[in-house]
Every structure is written in structure tokens, then in C-alpha cells.
Nanobody, 123 residues
Framework: QVQLVESGGGSVQAGGSLRLSCAAATYAYISICMGWFRQAPGKEREGVASIYTHTSHTYYADSVKGRFTISEDNAKNTVYLQMNSLTPEDTAMYYC????????????????WGQGTQVTVSS
């Protein structure tokens, strides 16, 4: 079982930055894949980035490469999503997710989810 709590969402103007945090409560934090997803109104949920806590290996969606960075602080069982050069197209509810074992390149397989945090980017 993994419990996830996100924080750090908010409103920002285009070109700005935000950092999301996801704290994970699990007995096996060292060997889980943590990911970030987003869902805008009327759109399907999209995988954004993932990181395997054991190796720090990361995957990113093409839409955020070069702008978003996923990182971890194993001492705090926390994963971060640093979002730079934000555009209105990044506006969405952002969800933290987790699964035991390595991440998959297509950002699939997650079975634990947080409650979400809203990110709004204005033009």
C-alpha cells in the first residue's frame, strides 16, 4: 500500500515556474516508481514524468522534455516535479502516482494515486 500526498499547485503566468511535491508513505520507498500525471478538462489523463527511486532513472513525456524535471529526496520519501517555462497548455489537475518496481517507458502500470493538485497557467 502506498499513500500519496501532493502539494505545490497554484496559479502562475505563462513563462513562470512551479514545483510540485509528492510525499509517499510506504514501507518500500526505495524500490518504487513514482510518477506525475495530468488531466485537463475534457482531455484524457496524460503521463508527464516518472522516476524509479532505486536508480533515479527517469522518463518524460515529449510535451514536457526540457521544461519539467522530476527528482527525489529519498530521506524525505518525496518526489518533486519542477515545472519551468509553463504555458497555458500545461493547465491541468496534476496527480502523483506510484507502483512497486521499475518504471515503464510508456508511463503505465501505476496503481496508487494521490488526490491531485491544480495548476493553472494564464497567458
Amino acid at each position: 500500500q502506498v499513500q500519496l500526498v501532493e502539494s505545490g499547485g497554484g496559479s502562475v503566468q505563462a513563462g513562470g515556474s512551479l514545483r510540485l511535491s509528492c510525499a509517499a508513505a510506504t514501507y518500500a520507498y526505495i524500490s518504487i516508481c513514482m510518477g506525475w500525471f495530468r488531466q485537463a478538462p475534457g482531455k484524457e489523463r496524460e503521463g508527464v514524468a516518472s522516476i524509479y527511486t532505486h536508480t533515479s532513472h527517469t522518463y518524460y513525456a515529449d510535451s514536457v522534455k526540457g521544461r519539467f524535471t522530476i527528482s527525489e529526496d529519498n530521506a524525505k520519501n518525496t518526489v518533486y516535479l519542477q515545472m519551468n517555462s509553463l504555458t497555458p497548455e500545461d493547465t491541468a489537475m496534476y496527480y502523483c502516482a506510484a507502483m512497486y518496481g521499475p518504471c515503464t517507458p510508456n508511463l503505465s502500470g501505476f496503481n496508487y494515486w494521490g488526490q491531485g493538485t491544480q495548476v493553472t497557467v494564464s497567458s
